[in-house]
């Protein structure tokens, strides 16, 4: 397991993913291990002002045969998340925490691209408002529900669709073409396999209905409870509405609901907590 440390909190990759990710996934011509190395550097300067971005650029054409008939396709804003895992402490049960897909923000509706903007999951390390190599802001909000969840659990950050890329109008997770590639279940059941994780959540519509079709799960409508369920390996899976403001309206009843009254907190980190608490709950 590669490892890097800043304060209290360590970032690094399970064993085994770094080679999965080359399989499967994209072959960059400088190497993943550089793509690892340039994001935990990131991590260690990431509140000193220091941040640098990439130097170095991945292309469409270095994705596996798998995405033969994407590379074919002219798109843009293209995007990977790598994931990663982040620690505080030795042998603490994982969470294995799902978005749909790397998502990123439209640029001039136009112009198609040869690279491949790279960052990681839910923007979880602190990025404070910069938008250089295709790299999304941090939410503080956000990043309070996964400060919160560290307190009991380390978390690996990943998504159910690896790469994201807009053609024409129409965006890669509306299309069936790309949502039914079988490279997506054969990654994410390889991380669940090498991360072993005690959970799986899954946080919002988009990230619950790709992780459904995905493991072939029933798709469960919010309430004012947590969902939980379990994968045909017996996994726990829990799906939620999303941390982000817009799904507030969502959270809502289960922020509110008295059965998760004797949970501290507010907002986000009270959200993390109540979650954290049903995936303990036998």
Same mark, same amino acid.
């Given at each position: 397991m590669t490892n890097s440390n800043s304060s209290e909190i360590s970032i690094s990759i399970p064993d085994g993913?770094?080679?999965?990710?080359?399989?499967?996934?994209?072959?960059?011509?400088v190497g993943i291990k550089k793509v690892y190395s340039w994001i935990f550097d990131y991590f260690n300067h990431q509140f000193n002002g220091s941040e640098i971005p990439g130097d170095f650029p991945i292309f469409i054409n270095e994705l596996t045969a798998a995405?033969?008939?994407?590379?074919l396709k002219q798109i843009r804003t293209v995007g990977i998340d790598f994931p990663v895992l982040l620690s505080k402490g030795n042998n603490r049960p994982v969470l294995m925490i799902c978005a749909m897909d790397p998502l990123r923000d439209e640029t001039d509706g136009i112009t198609t691209s040869n690279d491949i903007g790279l960052w990681v999951p839910f923007s979880a390390i602190n990025n404070p408002g910069k938008k250089g190599n295709n790299m999304k802001p941090s939410d503080k909000r956000n990043l309070s529900f996964f400060h919160t969840l560290l307190e009991t659990h380390?978390?690996? $950050?990943?998504?159910?669709? +690896? /790469?994201?890329?807009?053609?024409?109008k129409k965006m890669s997770n509306?299309?069936?073409?790309?949502?039914?590639?079988?490279?997506?279940?054969?990654? $994410?059941?390889?991380?669940? +396999? /090498?991360?072993?994780?005690?959970?799986?959540?899954?946080?919002?519509?988009?990230a619950r209905n790709a992780i459904c079709g995905i493991l072939k799960l029933e798709v469960p409508t919010w309430s004012d409870t947590v969902y939980k369920t379990k994968t045909q390996a017996g996994i726990n899976v829990v799906m939620v509405p999303h941390i982000s403001g817009s799904a507030n309206g969502y959270k809502a009843p289960i922020l509110k609901n008295v059965a998760y009254s004797n949970i501290e907190g507010e907002n986000n980190p009270k959200y993390a907590r109540i979650i954290a608490s049903v995936i303990e709950k036998r």
């Amino acid at each position: 397991m590669t490892n890097s440390n800043s304060s209290e909190i360590s970032i690094s990759i399970p064993d085994g993913i770094k080679e999965m990710l080359e399989e499967k996934l994209i072959q960059p011509s400088v190497g993943i291990k550089k793509v690892y190395s340039w994001i935990f550097d990131y991590f260690n300067h990431q509140f000193n002002g220091s941040e640098i971005p990439g130097d170095f650029p991945i292309f469409i054409n270095e994705l596996t045969a798998a995405f033969a008939e994407i590379k074919l396709k002219q798109i843009r804003t293209v995007g990977i998340d790598f994931p990663v895992l982040l620690s505080k402490g030795n042998n603490r049960p994982v969470l294995m925490i799902c978005a749909m897909d790397p998502l990123r923000d439209e640029t001039d509706g136009i112009t198609t691209s040869n690279d491949i903007g790279l960052w990681v999951p839910f923007s979880a390390i602190n990025n404070p408002g910069k938008k250089g190599n295709n790299m999304k802001p941090s939410d503080k909000r956000n990043l309070s529900f996964f400060h919160t969840l560290l307190e009991t659990h380390d978390l690996y $950050l990943t998504d159910a669709y +690896k /790469l994201f890329y807009r053609e024409g109008k129409k965006m890669s997770n509306g299309q069936n073409e790309f949502k039914s590639l079988e490279v997506h279940s054969e990654i $994410l059941e390889k991380e669940i +396999k /090498l991360v072993n994780p005690s959970a799986i959540i899954s946080l919002g519509n988009a990230a619950r209905n790709a992780i459904c079709g995905i493991l072939k799960l029933e798709v469960p409508t919010w309430s004012d409870t947590v969902y939980k369920t379990k994968t045909q390996a017996g996994i726990n899976v829990v799906m939620v509405p999303h941390i982000s403001g817009s799904a507030n309206g969502y959270k809502a009843p289960i922020l509110k609901n008295v059965a998760y009254s004797n949970i501290e907190g507010e907002n986000n980190p009270k959200y993390a907590r109540i979650i954290a608490s049903v995936i303990e709950k036998r």
